[in-house]
């Protein structure tokens, strides 16, 4: 016997990389320029320098052993030590190196969290819409997936919705600000509410609940949006980061899983961290990008080419007829769908050879994901066929298409 559960998530592909690997195949037929794909959150900016320069210093100033050899279980200390200090020098908090556990990106930080907390029974809750990949991590580590809608006009969170959804039963909240895939953040208001509602529980059903914070896309932000930083809200914050998207590096899957002092039973959270990490099979993250990070763990990508592409593509679907929230960070823009059935509507698209992604998925039926950390030379090319596909559906009827 092999385990089933396994085995369904293997066969069963998400519909983002299905419509990538579609969108490969597709290329083949007619050509990488007549296929517009917008499915993944595949980062195409270069790196920043600093990246490339860091590494071949290391290339050429340690031997391979230094190199290439195992670190540390929880990360390099000059690495965690690093991280400490850039974010105590942004947000005056007063992190030490060993608050920190690295990572092989936010997907092992999420996955090893819950595997840290997880008691059976356990509930956590997440807002939507929300990063499909939350449930499998949730589920394997044995913890109950637990949806919060959020508020339909600004995607912020329906108190009245999280008031009913945490129980005694709830071991932590998970927030994605800014989020993937509406590239909404959560406004400091609601952080604050957040937090009082989180004490208030925690005091009534005499545990801690736990805030985790999933935090790839803080530096992706616009128009000078503050992304506030939740340890300095709520006492039992946990973080999860990763530099796949600051730096523009997600292939070499480098994150972090931040435990502060703070947090309730904080020594013992770590610990459980370093457990699981180890459990999991997830200790000593890459050496050499460890390393790198710990040289420019402060720097971000050219995030220009993002803003650019979400001022043309936002403004450009609004005038033929799109519904969307302009987001203010990440690289998505979580439109409307033009259909009642979002999933129909992603298919109709392909006849255009746009590939998007439909919001049921993200736990949102009804809305589509755009990702737009494509080439701007996609996205002009491709506007003329969204204009075309949304003429097509606003003038015929769904049965007809
Ligand atoms: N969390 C969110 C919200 C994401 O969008 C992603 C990736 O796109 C991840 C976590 C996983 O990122 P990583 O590449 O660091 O594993």
Not at 259 to 288: F, H, I, M, N, T
Request: proline letters at 5%.
């Amino acid at each position: 016997m092999i385990a089933e559960e396994m085995i369904n998530l293997g066969e069963k592909k998400s519909a983002i990389r299905e419509n990538f690997e579609y969108g490969k195949q597709r290329a083949k037929q007619i050509g990488k320029e007549k296929v517009f794909d917008f499915s993944l959150g595949n980062p195409n900016v270069p790196a920043p320098a600093g990246v490339r320069r860091a590494m071949e210093k290391l290339l050429n100033q340690k031997d391979d052993v230094e190199l290439f050899g195992y670190t540390p279980a929880q990360g390099i200390f000059e690495t965690r030590k690093a991280i400490a200090d850039n974010l105590n020098f942004r947000f005056g908090t007063s992190f030490r190196p060993d608050n920190f556990y690295i990572t092989c990106g936010a997907a092992s930080g999420i996955r090893i969290i819950t595997q840290a907390l997880t008691v059976p029974g356990d509930e956590y809750i997440i807002f939507t819409p929300y990063f499909p990949e939350y449930k499998v991590f949730v589920e394997a580590a044995g913890g109950k997936f637990v949806e919060v809608k959020t508020r339909q006009e600004d995607f912020q969170i329906d108190f009245a919705a999280l008031e009913q959804a945490i129980t005694e039963k709830t071991k932590a909240v998970l927030l994605n600000s800014p989020n993937n895939p509406s590239g909404v953040i959560i406004s400091e208001e609601n952080i604050i509410w957040l937090a009082a509602l989180l004490n208030e529980r925690s005091a009534l059903y005499r545990h801690t609940i736990y805030l985790i914070g999933d935090e790839p896309y803080r530096e992706l932000v616009y128009d000078n949006a503050d992304v506030p930083y939740l340890t300095k809200y709520y006492k039992s914050t946990l973080i999860c980061y990763s530099y796949s998207k600051s730096l523009s590096i997600p292939g070499e899957r480098i994150g972090y899983v931040l435990v502060p002092d703070e947090v309730e039973q904080s020594g013992k959270v770590y610990a459980a961290v370093c457990g699981a990490g180890r459990a999991l099979g997830y200790v000593c993250a890459p050496s050499l990008i460890q390393q790198a990070v710990a040289e420019c763990a402060g720097q971000v990508a050219d995030l220009s080419v993002y803003k650019n592409n979400r001022d043309l593509l936002y403004h450009a679907l609004q005038t033929y007829g799109y519904t969307c929230i302009c987001p203010k960070g990440a690289f998505y823009l979580f439109v409307r769908s033009l259909l009642p059935d979002s999933a129909a509507f992603c298919r109709y698209a392909r006849k255009y050879e746009l590939l998007i992604v439909p919001g049921d998925e993200f736990g949102c039926p009804g809305y589509v994901r755009i990702a737009y950390c494509v080439p701007v030379s996609q996205i002009e090319r491709a506007l003329p066929w969204f204009k075309k596909l949304a003429e097509a559906c606003i003038t015929t009827q769904a049965s007809e298409l």
